[in-house]
C-alpha cells in the first residue's frame, strides 16, 4: 500500500522515492491529511530509533528534510481540502544568552514540527528580553530553552523568572534541555520538564496539548 | 630509570614502564584565565602555554608541533563587518559570515556558511592546493637539523575529514550531501587526504614524528553527529591512506580530538589506524569501558572529569583515585576532559596539580 511505502522509504532516507510515492499517493487519490499522517508514522519511527541510539544527527535531519519536502507537496493541498493546516500546538523555542550551540534546538524543532507544532524559533543567544518578547508577540504554548555551556544554563532559570514577573508563565508551559541541564535541575529552576532528549521532549510537549485540548473539550 | 620527555610519552603509549606519566593538561577557556588572574595567577601569565610552563606542565599546548601547514592555505583574512553590544559580525574571508561573542569563548555562530554549493566548493578546493608555496617552511633544512637527536617529543597535526567541512558547510548541508551529494563529499574528503598524505610524505622523508593528530569534534552528548554507518563508509578508507604513510614511518601514536560520546565511532576509528582517543569527556565516555572492549589497540588521553575541580578537594582526591588502575595500567595519559572551565577557582586548580603530580609519581604503568 501506497502510504506504507511512503512511511518505510521515509525510515529508509529515500527522498526521491518519498517524493515520487507522495505524488503517486496524490493522484490516486489519498487524501492529503492520510499522506501526512503516513509520513509522521514515519518520522516516529525515527525519533524512536534515536532516542533509542541507534539513530544519529544525521540520519534525523536527512529524514526531516525528507518531511519538509513532502510537506511543500502536501500543505497546499491539506490547506484546500481542509480550509485550514491547524498545528497542535506552538512552541517558542531558542538558545539562551550567552550560549551559540544549536545542535540540540533544532533536533527538538525537528520533532516538533514533524509531530504538527508550530515552532517559533528565536535562533541562539537569545536574550531574556527577547524570550518575554516572543511569549507576549506569538502567545505560545510552549517555550522551549536550550543551553550547552554550564556557565549559560543558570540564564534559564532568568527567563522562567521574567516570565513570572511579567504574568505569563501560568499561560506558557516550559521544558529545558541541553547537555547541561539535569531533571533535577530542571525541577530547581521551576521548568515544567528538561534533562531529557530531543525526541521525549517533543513527545512530552504532545502530551502536554492533548491534556490542554482534553481540558478545553471538557 | 632517568627517561626524557620523549622516551616517557612513547613508552606510555608502548604499555612499557617508567618512571612516571607525563605531565600534561588540555587548556583553559579565556574566562578562567580572567577570573585566576583575580585569584594569584600572575598577570603577565596569559596564553596557555605560558600557564603550562608557570605551573610545571610539560604540555599539551607548550609540546612542540611540526611548523608546517595542514589545513586550508593561504590563511584568509577575518573582516568584522559590524559591531553589536557585545557580538561581533565576521567575514570570515571564505565567504561565509559569523557571529562572534566578544567577551565569552563559544563556538562561532554562523549565519551564511562559506559552502552551500558545489560552486562554493570550486572557489575553496584551490586552498587545500599542497603545493601552494608556504606550507613548509623555506628554511627546512634548519628545522630538520633541530629536530635531529631530540629528547623531546613532536607532534604533527594531520587534519581533520569531517570537522573541516562541517564548518565550512554547517552540519545541516553537509548530513544532506551524504545522502544526496556523496560523489561531492568523497570528492571534497580526497581533497584533504590528498593536502595531508603529500605534505606526510615530504615531511616524513626527513623528521622522526612521534605523534599524529587528527581533529575532528563530530559528537556530542547523545552520540556521533554522523551516523556510524557512513563514517565507516566514507572516513575510514580514507584515514587508512593517511595512517598507512605515517606507520609505514613509524609514527604508531595516531590521536583524534573529539569531544561528546564517542563510543560509536571508537572500532572505526581503530580498524583505519587512528588509536588515540582525546580527551574522553567523563560525561560521556567511560575510559575503562574503552579499555575493556579494546584493550590495548586504544590509547587514552584526557579524561579527569572537569566538575571535580569545580566542586573541591574530596572530589578531585576521588577522580584521581577513579583513574589509578587505568595509569597503571599504561596507554593513558590523564589531562582534564576539555579545557578548564571558569566554574573552577585557581585555588582547586592548584591542588589539583599538586595532588596530580605525586598521583604521577607514585603510580604509573
Known sequence: MVLDDIKESLVGLDMDK???LVK???DEGYRPVDIVNSLADGMKIIGEGYERGELFLSEIIMASEIFKEAMNILEPLVLKEEGVLKPIGRVVVGTVEGDLHDIGKNLFTMFLKSMGFDVIDLGVDVSVENFVDAVKQYRPDIVGMSALLTTTVVNMEKVIKALEEAGLRSYVKVIVGGAAVSKEYAIEIGADAGGIDAYEGALICRKWMEEKQKISVK | MALTHRERLLRVFGFKSVDRVPNYEFGYWKETIDRWHREGLPLEVKADDDIERYLGLEGLESIER?????G????????????????EFVADGLGGIFIRKKYISTIPHYIRYPIKSREDWERIKPLFNPETPGRIPLNWNDIVEIYKNRDYPL???????Y???????????ISIAFYREPEWVEEMMDTIVNLSTAILRKVLRDIDVDVAWFWEDMAYSKGPLLSPKLFEKFMVPRYKK???ILHEHGVNVVVVDCDGYIDPLVSGWLEAGVNCMFPLEARYVDPYRLREK?????LLMGGVDKRALMIGEKAIDKELERLTPLLEEGGYIPTVDHRVPPEVPYQNYIYYLKKKKEWLEKHHP
Open chain 1, 18 to 20: 518519498v517524493l515520487d
Open chain 2, 242 to 244: 593517511i595512517t598507512d
Open chain 2, 66 to 70: 611540526v611548523p608546517v601547514a595542514v
Open chain 2, 155 to 161: 607532534i604533527i597535526f594531520v587534519g581533520s575529514l
Open chain 2, 163 to 173: 570537522g573541516w567541512l562541517r564548518n565550512l558547510m554547517g552540519v545541516e548541508r
Open chain 1, 24 to 26: 503517486r499517493a496524490v
Open chain 2, 72 to 87: 586550508i592555505w593561504p590563511n584568509p583574512f577575518e573582516k568584522v563587518l559590524k559591531r553589536e553590544d557585545d557580538k
Open chain 2, 294 to 298: 579494546f584493550g590495548r589497540r586504544v
